[in-house]
């Protein structure tokens, strides 16, 4: 029997004029009142048990499902697995102590919810080795209610969490990981699998209150070829390999799926466990380059193509590369790859090579405008058949962003190409007429639907005026 049926069989027990549908009705009449996500069945049962002058009590340590949660159970029991577990946090009260704090999410065969470990709970025995997908026994937790409204279990100092070594019905990690083609905007607690879709990059912040933060950022793709942008909170690239493939799989346990700027995005947190195909160390590249762009502070931004028309984006902290030019055939030991974009270092070295035909040059190596594609990387050369365009966009969060944009073609087809930020600086400098040469434009799919591909320049991208 469900926990929502013990409740209801003590109500008719003591409020005979009841019955088992005008608690149903009830039921729905309190939480369209409270509102959505609020309030689940059981919790209403407790605010019409008050209404009708009666207490209820929850059965003193009973064995529920994660689905039957709510808040204000007591002494609850359940089976589960686990999905991910954070690192231990130590926060302060007003009165100026502190406090221990460690986050897990568990799933069951239909549901997931948040653990929250207190104190000395937080470095329970043996917690460190749990693994996701490992199946345990909470016992004597209490339930309260998160800021979201959503039942969380609480692990107090008169609880504990045992590891099972049973058979179970709930199903194992790999049984609930969803591929990115599945996605659905509001989803929580998933486990997720793609492929890598471009460059993985690191970012630092300042959040609300002043703290340092960092954040992992990545696109992943999807069965069915579609992607979608990935950020990381609390993430930094000490957690990823060193080498990864530009088609590596991913796999990332304990994400949510939200609406960003440009459509679906995933997002996760501290907790998060990602799973990346990779080496620890980096492997030589041998490639030509085929653009040099200097930052503002010093920084060579390259663009470069290998043996087998891989293009890569080559960021260089050590300027190691101040000895070479465009056109030249290196060979760079970097500090990191993942994907297409390489990193050079005080612990990279570059050496240049004797010319090799068998690595395409820049002229070898353009794509025609009608054979570009969705989420590729290309180098294009084209005349410029509108002059150039600086609009402000608007984002959600009430952000102004510069985005520019100039309409070109060559004979084979016409097409947009759009700069945002800094990045809008080398279309601004380009004139009706002009025929030029740009490397290392990603593409991508027009965000409004129309099935339209467009071309965007990066941080690496050069345009060269050829008249």
């Known amino acids: 029997m469900s926990e929502s049926q013990n409740l209801i069989d003590k109500l008719l027990e003591q409020k005979s004029e009841l019955t088992k549908e005008i608690i149903d009705e009830k039921i729905v009449e309190k939480k369209e009142k409270i509102g959505a996500g609020y309030l689940t069945d059981q919790g209403a049962l407790f605010l019409i048990a008050s209404d009708y002058g009666v207490t209820l009590t929850e059965s003193s340590k009973a064995e529920i499902s994660l689905k039957d949660l709510y808040a204000g159970a007591k002494?609850?029991?359940?089976e589960t697995r686990v999905l991910n577990l954070s690192p231990t946090k130590q926060f302060s009260r007003k009165d100026g102590s502190t406090f221990d704090l460690r986050t897990m999410t568990v799933y069951d065969s239909g549901s997931t919810a948040s653990v929250k470990l207190w104190d000395e709970k937080a470095s329970l025995p043996?917690?460190?080795?749990l693994k996701p997908g490992d199946l345990i026994k909470i016992i004597k937790a209490y339930v309260k209610s998160d800021l979201d409204g959503s039942p969380t279990i609480n692990i107090g100092s008169g609880s504990n969490i045992q590891t099972v070594d049973t058979e179970s019905q709930?199903?194992?990690?790999?049984?609930?990981t969803k591929d990115i083609s599945e996605l659905q905007e509001g989803q929580k607690d998933l486990v997720i699998s793609g492929t890598i879709d471009g460059i993985i990059s690191g970012m630092q912040f300042t959040n609300s209150r002043g703290q340092p933060g960092t954040a992992l950022r990545m696109r992943l793709k999807g069965k069915d070829g579609s992607a979608m942008r990935v950020v990381l909170w609390g993430k930094?690239?000490?957690?990823?390999?060193?080498?990864?493939?530009?088609?590596?799989?991913?796999?990332?346990?304990?994400?949510?799926?939200?609406?960003?700027?440009?459509?679906?995005?995933?997002?996760?947190?501290?907790?998060?466990?990602?799973?990346?195909?990779?080496?620890?160390?980096?492997?030589?590249?041998?490639?030509?380059?085929?653009?040099?762009?200097?930052?503002?502070?010093?920084?060579?931004?390259i663009i470069a193509v290998d043996n087998q028309k891989n293009i890569y984006n080559i960021s260089d902290f050590s300027n190691s590369t101040s000895i070479?030019?465009?056109?030249?055939?290196?060979?760079?030991?970097?500090?990191?790859?993942?994907?297409?974009?390489?990193?050079?270092?005080?612990?990279?070295?570059?050496?240049?090579?004797?010319?090799?035909?068998?690595?395409?040059?820049?002229?070898?190596i353009r794509t025609k405008i009608s054979d570009v594609k969705a989420d590729?990387?290309?180098?294009?050369?084209?005349?410029?058949?509108?002059?150039?365009?600086r609009k402000e966009i608007q984002t959600k969060s009430g952000e102004s962003i510069s985005l520019s944009e100039m309409f070109v073609e060559d004979d084979s087809g016409q097409?947009?190409?759009?700069?945002?930020?800094?990045?809008?600086?080398?279309?601004?400098?380009?004139?009706?007429?002009?025929?030029?040469?740009?490397?290392?434009?990603n593409a991508k799919l027009n965000n409004y639907g129309e099935g339209r591909i467009e071309l965007f320049l990066t941080a690496h991208s050069k345009i060269i005026k050829k008249n």
């Open 75 to 78: 002494e609850i029991s359940l």
């Open 126 to 129: 043996g917690i460190e080795n």
């Open 170 to 176: 709930i199903p194992m990690i790999d049984k609930i």
């Open 236 to 301: 930094d690239e000490s957690l990823i390999p060193n080498m990864i493939s530009q088609s590596a799989n991913v796999k990332l346990l304990g994400v949510r799926v939200k609406s960003g700027n440009q459509g679906l995005e995933i997002h996760g947190n501290e907790a998060t466990i990602i799973e990346i195909e990779g080496g620890k160390e980096a492997e030589p590249i041998v490639a030509r380059i085929l653009s040099v762009t200097i930052t503002e502070t010093g920084k060579n931004m």
């Open 324 to 364: 070479c030019v465009e056109g030249d055939v290196i060979e760079c030991m970097p500090s990191k790859v993942y994907g297409n974009s390489v990193t050079l270092d005080e612990n990279s070295f570059v050496r240049k090579l004797e010319n090799d035909e068998t690595i395409p040059s820049l002229s070898k």
């Open 376 to 389: 590729g990387t290309y180098c294009v050369e084209s005349i410029v058949l509108k002059v150039p365009e």
């Open 415 to 441: 097409i947009w190409i759009k700069g945002w930020r800094n990045q809008g600086k080398l279309i601004d400098k380009c004139e009706l007429g002009e025929i030029i040469s740009i490397t290392g434009l």
